[in-house]
């Protein structure tokens, strides 16, 4: 059993900024103790020559490296535009000036 004390979940609920009554005081003590058991359990597993991880499956990223590769031209790009102006693309106003 973990050796938390009604003043420390008093505490944490403080630091938290949540009011507590007495009543969930002793249930927050209840189950804070409960997680703090869980814990202490996983504390105690073998790990030595473990390697860490940060995922249970071997993950692996496919990239590629970077490389430059021509784009479309102005006119490429604008020439499925219902309207272009000045090399941009032309969309009507949708909000006023006011």
Known sequence: MSSLSR???????????????????????GELSVILDAVALVQQAPTEGVEPMSHPLPLVNVTRPDEVRPGLTSAQALSGAPEADQQRFSVPRILSDD
């Open 7 to 29: 003043d420390d979940v008093a505490h944490l609920a403080m630091l938290a900024r949540i009011e507590l009554t007495d009543a969930e005081l002793d249930r927050m003590l």
